[in-house]
């Protein structure tokens, strides 16, 4: 019989980082520092610095970096934006560690954020925060941080991967640590084992198995479907930010859905529904400024009414404060607008929810381990920072700050731990097997099946969700699965095979929201982001779990926990005066 493996290249480094956003760029940065002997390797997907979601970044970052704010109150906003559903350990890290983090950017890194006319720092005020605390470069803060972080990258000896893809943790023999990953070269189509002493998984989420999704294409969840397979625990995979003003351009671009900044609302945009009536302030008294979970479940109740827009979503309208001041103030957004036909400082845009980013992951520890030796996780792949809602400008500070304790962590590892663990090759056979399923026979069409997968979710597992739709979504989950598994790609050819990525991801994204579906079952009340019909009610705080996914035995197993309240517990708050809601 052929051994599939001799077909596999082996390499080692010592130092993996599956990712190239601000985790994965910040983690290279600081275990080159900590351990410049060692080999480090950065893989991407994409090209490096031009992928991934950091890039795409508008609104900015949150750190109590300005006076009046404090540490304790970005705590606080992050822990009750959660709905106390975070680790409090880990949120308490990133607030902290921002304030480091973002002094690290500019004085280091390069970055240039926005100041006032007195040179300090301008924080703006995003939505869900009792102080405007947001730092920023205009409405485009995520390419000034991609871009000097990659320079930096670039300037140091550094080996980069790029177009290459992850397909499966591969554990040493025992079955008790990891040995290496199991990555495709999109060029060539060759697949090698990549051996290593420690493995940073900052793949980043990216929910895009919605009819509505910011993130950009190359997002399939990846890194959860692997971390799955490997057997770890998943917390929180219920847990779907949508972003309330997800551009509606119309059928036939894939401009739909991109995210209209957090901004907007939070300088004084209003939401109108398709009568023209401004919704929000009979629901909230913060009105546009509420958090993104409250006001994505009104824009789609809105839409349920029927009271939409042309295109079946809702306006925004930013004209009432002034055309020359919102060009000025969100050019970026502008523009983008203007690339589509739609004046943003004049008239009215087309919005619509768009899931936006993924609270849910693997479950680590502070300093970025998990239960799998020689594995760490950072950003949208991690889970246990944000609860059930992350706040906005909390997503990039995540980010920078959990990447750059993994890079230290790891280089601290890699010296206690000095040899490679020996693979599993019988693992690996099976997962090449696994990932060559499709080539060579028949195709079928995935981009309908990947339409009725997106449409599924929105419909049946989206903002608003109950037991009879996300059961029913189960059954359509595994029809498709079924049909993508008898699906091949037409051709044997692996260089730049698109198609076979395409499938690839499709079976990520199926497996993932399936996952999605059942902890979404399991949470029988409504918290941040998960709003269940028939369980309007948040429940008791102070009683509350988190969910827990793994994979056992080759069967999905659901089960929750107590969410324990290390520093602050419901009702008490680190405030010595009562917050004040930011103007």
Not at 526 to 544: N, Q, V, Y
């Amino acid at each position: 019989e052929k051994d599939v493996t001799a077909m596999v290249a082996r390499v080692k480094t010592d130092i993996l980082i599956l990712g190239s956003g601000g985790a994965g760029l910040f983690a290279a940065l600081h275990a080159q520092k900590a351990a410049p002997g060692a080999r480090i390797t950065l893989a991407t997907k994409g090209l490096l610095g031009k992928c991934g979601c950091t890039r795409m970044v508008q609104g900015g970052y949150n750190v109590a970096l300005i006076p009046g704010d404090s540490v304790e109150r970005h705590f606080m906003d992050t822990i009750q934006g959660g709905a106390w559903l975070p680790n409090q350990d880990l949120a308490w890290k990133l607030v902290t560690t921002a304030v480091e983090r973002v002094r690290e950017l500019e004085n280091e890194v390069g970055c240039f954020f926005d100041r006032n006319a007195d040179g300090t720092l301008h924080g703006k005020a995003f939505a869900g925060q009792t102080f405007d605390r947001t730092v920023h470069k205009g409405d485009l803060t995520g390419i000034e941080i991609i871009n000097r972080l990659m320079e930096q990258v670039w300037a140091r000896p550094i080996q980069r991967l790029e177009e290459h893809r992850a397909v499966a943790l591969i554990k040493d023999k025992s079955g008790s640590a990891l040995a290496g990953v199991l990555m495709i070269d999109i060029r060539t189509g060759d697949m090698t084992l990549i051996e290593a002493r420690a493995v940073l998984m900052a793949t980043g989420g990216g929910p895009t198995m919605y009819k509505y999704h910011t993130p950009s294409g190359d997002k399939s969840m990846d890194g959860l479907a692997m971390a799955l397979r490997a057997g770890l625990p998943l917390r929180d995979m219920e847990m779907v930010q949508f972003h309330p003003t997800g551009l509606l351009a119309g059928k036939g671009t894939r401009m739909t859905g991109t995210v209209l900044e957090e901004g907007l609302r939070g300088a004084g945009g209003h939401l109108l529904n398709g009568k023209g009536e401004r919704f929000m302030l009979e629901r909230s008294p913060r009105g546009e400024r509420a958090t993104r979970d409250f006001i994505s479940q009104c824009i789609y109740d809105e839409m349920r009414k029927g009271n939409t827009t042309p295109n079946g979503g809702v306006w925004i309208k930013m004209s009432h404060l002034g055309p020359e001041k919102v060009r000025k103030q969100f050019k970026g957004m502008v523009e983008r607008c203007d690339d589509c036909g739609f004046d943003l400082a004049g008239g009215l845009v087309e919005v619509v929810p768009t899931a936006h980013y993924f609270m849910g992951g693997v479950v680590c520890n502070i300093d970025t381990s998990t239960e799998l030796p020689g594995l760490f996780v950072a950003g949208e792949d991690a889970s246990g920072m944000h609860g059930a809602n992350r706040l906005g400008g909390n997503g990039v500070a995540n980010s920078t700050v959990f990447g750059g304790i993994a890079g230290d962590v790891m280089a601290e590892f890699i010296t206690r731990n000095t040899g490679w663990c020996e693979p599993d090759m019988d693992q690996v056979a099976a997962e090449e097997a696994r990932a060559l399923q499709p080539l060579g026979k028949p195709a079928g069409d995935l981009n309908a099946l990947r339409e009725r997968l997106m449409d599924l979710m929105w419909d049946d597992v989206g903002v608003i969700r109950t037991k009879t739709a996300m059961e029913r979504a189960l059954g359509g989950l595994d029809a498709i699965e079924a049909e993508l598994l008898g699906m091949g790609v037409g051709t044997s050819e692996r260089a730049f095979n698109l198609t076979w990525h395409d499938w690839l991801n499709l079976r990520s994204l199926v497996e993932t929201s399936r996952v999605v579906t059942l902890a979404a079952l399991e949470r029988t009340d409504s918290r941040g982001a998960h709003f269940r019909e028939d369980f309007p009610k948040m429940g008791d705080l102070e009683t509350s779990t988190y969910t827990l996914s793994r994979m056992v035995d080759g069967k999905l197993q659901m089960t929750s926990a107590p969410v324990e309240f290390t520093i602050v517990k419901p009702g008490e708050t680190l405030l010595k005066e009562a917050p004040a809601a930011a103007e």
